[in-house]
T-cell receptor, first 116, second 113 residues
């Protein structure tokens, strides 16, 4: 199956600092990965589409300068939350799929970010 | 019209009963359809995929697709308390040259022992 690894699983950081979250496809190559955010008891919200070798595509309302995405290889995408604020505290999840995702996407285990 | 619609629930069924989860979608060119299960505080897990009209069975789960009605459903037979979770319907369609999943808001299922 398609395995997606995400690290760290939990992180606590101080306001104003930056946090990097990694998403790796372990047994397949992913030209496209997706980053989601989910607040407690709320729906998954797509933040951006990460494209290998090119700029990420951000959803409306998501600040590209605050949520930096880098997809430098076919197996790794990173999301950096810059100048974190308490309102950025959330559950961040990445996903990727074989063959462009036409057979489904696998999610990473998620990163619970708490900004204090 | 929302792209993917689901009843938010909660849907409560007794243990051993059949749970029926429904989903409609608006984009007729959608090609593939998925059901994910998400436990509280965890990331979604793919449990079923379906690509053509009709039924697809996998263990206690049956997915049903009717493209003419733009309708997808998931049946869970012999429901267990461990099935209590939020079930997300997702539709895959091409967008700007790549496939992208669009999720419904999810239906919360509670299986009562």
């Amino acid at each position: 199956g398609a395995v997606v690894s995400q690290h760290p699983s939990r992180v606590i950081c101080k306001s104003g600092t930056s946090v990097k979250i990694e998403c790796r496809s372990l047994d397949f190559q992913a030209t496209t990965m997706f980053w989601y955010r989910q607040f407690p008891k709320k729906s998954l919200m797509l933040m951006a589409t990460s494209n290998e070798g090119s700029k990420a595509t951000y959803e409306q309302g998501v600040e590209k300068d605050k949520f930096l995405i880098n997809h430098a290889s076919l197996t790794l995408s990173t999301l950096t939350v810059t100048s974190a604020h308490p309102e950025d505290s959330s559950f961040y999840i990445c996903s990727a799929g074989r063959d462009g995702g036409n057979y489904g996407y696998t999610f990473g285990s998620g990163t619970r970010l708490t900004v204090v | 019209q929302k792209e993917v619609e689901q009843n938010s629930g909660p849907l409560s069924v007794p243990e051993g009963a059949i749970a029926s989860l429904n989903c409609t979608y608006s984009d007729r060119v959608s090609q593939s359809f998925f059901w994910y299960r998400q436990y509280s505080g965890k990331s979604p897990e793919l449990i079923m995929s379906i690509y053509s009209n009709g039924d697809k069975e996998d263990g206690r789960f049956t997915a049903q697709l009717n493209k003419a009605s733009q309708y997808v459903s998931l049946l869970i037979r012999d429901s267990q308390p461990s099935d209590s979770a939020t079930y997300l319907c997702a539709v895959n369609r091409e967008r700007a040259g790549s496939y992208q999943l669009t999720f419904g808001k999810g239906t919360k299922l509670s299986v009562i022992p």
